[in-house]
T-cell receptor, first 112, second 111 residues
């Protein structure tokens, strides 16, 4: 079974803190994605990556950055957390040319 | 740009059939996905339609009309465990496997 894990299920951070959200997949997938999910807005793509050290902006990259130093790991970084970044963050991965994305359990981040 | 519409909430009775509609307007289109998401859990893949027509998979079927920008998910013989959110997502042509999600339809199955 494909397994996508995220470092924390729940996280509380203060405004201005630097926040790291980690995602690891164990199926050697090339593609990895970071989404945020908010009520009434659905899932929105923040960043994605098709290969190691490669990254592309999604629909809402402002305030975020990413890092992919190893194939299995894709990190989302909030350089200076703000209250409007309080959300559920979901990581996903997929093999190349595949239509199915496999999602992690999500990290519920609260910024106070 | 992308615009994907689906109803916010639906209620149906155990054992019945329910149809969840999704309409989309996109600048490019490669295919349409349906995902299921139980409360507090990750989305899981249900179906993928590329060509027009109906794809059946057990109790779940998904239909696509590319010319009308329309899809539906059909759930038969509803069970209580089908209570979940159902997410419609469009894959565009600008990048491989990039998905644009609708806001989801929360389905409640009642006895």
């Amino acid at each position: 079974d494909v397994k996508v894990t995220q470092s924390s299920r729940y996280l509380v951070k203060r405004t201005g803190e630097k926040v790291f959200l980690e995602c690891v997949q164990d199926m050697d997938h090339e593609n990895m994605f970071w989404y945020r999910q908010d009520p009434g807005l659905g899932l929105r793509l923040i960043y994605f990556s098709y290969d190691v050290k490669m990254k592309e902006k999604g629909d809402i990259p402002e305030g975020y950055s990413v890092s992919r130093e190893k194939k299995e790991r894709f990190s989302l970084i909030l350089e200076s957390a703000s209250t409007n970044q309080t959300s559920m963050y979901l990581c996903a991965s997929s093999p190349p040319h595949s239509y199915e994305q496999y999602f992690g359990p999500g990290t519920r981040l609260t910024v106070t | 740009g992308q615009n994907i519409d689906q109803p916010t909430e639906m209620t149906a009775t155990e054992g019945a059939i329910v149809q969840i509609n999704c309409t989309y307007q996109t600048s490019g289109f490669n295919g349409l996905f349906w995902y299921q998401q139980h409360a507090g859990e990750a989305p899981t893949f249900l179906s993928y339609n590329v060509l027009d027509g109906l794809e059946e998979k057990g109790r779940f079927s998904s239909f696509l009309s590319r010319s009308k920008g329309y899809s539906y998910l059909l759930l038969k013989e509803l069970q209580m465990k089908d209570s979940a959110s159902y997410l419609c997502a469009v894959e565009d042509q600008t990048g491989a496997n990039n998905l644009f999600f609708g806001t989801g339809t929360r389905l409640t199955v009642i006895p």
